[in-house]
């Protein structure tokens, strides 16, 4: 497997771990639940590290970009299916953006290749 494919999938879980570390962080009941507590800081050290690795090969504003808006936009789409929350329709445009920038950067701009 080609290093920019395995930097992207190894970002790909660092996304995954920091949405499931934020939902724990919810579920944590701002840290009177050491259950969720415990799982929420080992799914945020997971994430740290797995972004770290695949900075090994992806640019650091490349990496940060995609795994804070991807994982931006997933933690709404938890909050709303998970949690029950609303998002209004600036909140939609605003995710909406978000999307837009990330496939912008990695599709269009040169920065990470």
């Known amino acids: 497997m ?3 494919l395995v930097s992207y999938v190894t ?5 995954l771990c920091e949405v499931a570390g934020s939902s724990f962080l919810q579920k944590s009941a701002q840290f009177t639940r ?3 507590t415990a799982i929420m800081a080992l ?16 640019p650091l504003g490349v990496a940060y970009a ?4 991807l ?4 933690i709404a789409i938890v909050s709303v299916a998970v949690f ?3 998002l209004d329709a600036m909140a939609i445009l605003g995710i909406t953006m978000i999307v837009g920038g990330v496939v912008i950067m ?3 701009s040169n920065v990470g290749h």
Do not use: D, E, R
């Not at 972004?51 to 992806?58: G, I």
């Not at 995609?66 to 808006?69: L, N």
């Not at 994982?71 to 997933?74: P, Q």
């Open 43 to 58: 799914c945020y050290i997971a994430s740290f590290y797995l972004l770290s690795v695949a900075l090994k090969t992806l």
């Open 2 to 4: 080609p290093p920019h």
């Open 11 to 15: 970002l790909a879980g660092a996304i």
């Open 71 to 74: 994982g931006t936009v997933l």
């Open 34 to 36: 050491p259950g969720p």
């Open 84 to 86: 029950g929350q609303k």
């Open 106 to 108: 990695n599709g269009f």
């Open 66 to 69: 995609v795994w804070s808006g």
